[in-house]
């Protein structure tokens, strides 16, 4: 009987690397067992045929961030990605061009640093990499925002006018926001640091009641073409 080996150590006795690159290679898709991508280094092997893959690099694995099209009332903290639903290759856009290859360490440690407004769907965003959650939590209220709100009700003679100028919510001044009407129902609001409930209160004052809201911006990084559960990854070219 062929004896067991890890499989980290049959890829450093295959091509005579260090350990630490054979991990690197494992983990970043690289290695097949029996043509299979396996990307636990301490998967066991014994007689499997083991290959490299040609374009195989030891870099260490790289960092997912995700856009996902959020359904209304999502909770981002309910689990992991790795058993979330919607994470799946099922769900991916066809026309991700990110080409950042799918791999299973992508669904782990993934974290959601700007939260949509709550009863609204749309563009979120999760993050594996540190400076992409920092850029989101700490220079948030930098980023604008734009949500596209279908409404109910007849908006007051200037109530188009005293959004854009800017209102007040709790006693605070609301930063200016740039509102315009998209058709006869829908209004797409453009703000800077938006607060909790903030596109709610906007359109309440000026009459309007709100049937859904949806996030499809964030800076310079749109939601585009994702249909509901739909996702991508983030593109190295695409900067928040």
Known sequence: MTELLRLDKR????????????QNYIEGGWVL??????EQPQFMVGDQQVALHPEARP???????ILLHAVADFDPSSGPLAAAGWFSAA??????????????RHAFHQVCPLPLEAGASGLLVFTQDGRIARRLRE???????EYVVE???????????RINRGLSMDGHPLA??????????????????????????LCTEVGLGIVSMRRIRIARVA???????????LPDYAKF
């Open 151 to 161: 409404v109910s009700g007849t908006i007051a003679a200037d109530g188009l006018a």
């Open 91 to 104: 769900n991916q856009f066809e026309d991700d061009d990110s080409g950042v290859r799918p791999l299973k």
């Open 59 to 65: 870099d260490d694995p790289e960092l997912a961030t």
């Open 139 to 145: 220079d948030g209220s930098k980023l604008e925002q």
């Open 33 to 38: 067992v029996d043509g299979v991508v396996i």
């Open 176 to 201: 200016r926001v740039k509102a315009s009407w998209q058709n006869e129902v829908r209004l797409r609001i453009a703000a800077l640091d938006v607060r909790p409930g903030q596109i709610r209160h």
């Open 223 to 233: 939601m585009g073409k994702l249909l509901p559960w739909q996702w991508r990854y």
């Open 11 to 22: 890829v450093v006795a295959l091509i005579g690397c260090s350990r630490g690159h054979a």
